[in-house]
Nanobody, 115 residues
Framework: QVQLVESGGELVQPGGSLRLSCSASRNIFFYNTMAWYRQAPGKERDLVATITGRGDIKYADSVKGRFTVSRDSAENTMYLQMDSLRPEDTAVYYC?????????WGQGTQVTVSS
């Protein structure tokens, strides 16, 4: 069973940047369309960005121009570079395949944007 581990979240001021990482226990990134999701308190889990096996990327309108997805398949890791962060980006961030998900959810990583 593949395990997904998200990391890199922390408290950051508005306008700041963070880079999140998603590590997989084996190489899954070439064989799946992967996604970053986020879940704010009291809200449903939303799709943030996707990246196909060949590297085609899409973003939610709310993060377009501010967030960048990339991956290092040699390291079995996917990244989410987040710039110009806003308070409304505060959420727990998760990675997985696109829906329907193939793997169990990781624990997520908390991003808090606040002054």
């Amino acid at each position: 069973q593949v395990q997904l581990v998200e990391s890199g979240g922390e408290l950051v001021q508005p306008g700041g940047s963070l880079r999140l990482s998603c590590s997989a226990s084996r190489n899954i990134f070439f064989y799946n369309t992967m996604a970053w999701y986020r879940q704010a308190p009291g809200k449903e889990r939303d799709l943030v960005a996707t990246i196909t096996g060949r590297g085609d990327i899409k973003y939610a309108d709310s993060v377009k121009g501010r967030f960048t997805v990339s991956r290092d398949s040699a390291e079995n890791t996917m990244y989410l570079q987040m710039d110009s962060l806003r308070p409304e980006d505060t959420a727990v961030y998760y990675c997985n395949t696109v829906m329907p998900i193939k793997y169990s959810w990781g624990q997520g990583t908390q991003v808090t944007v606040s002054s």
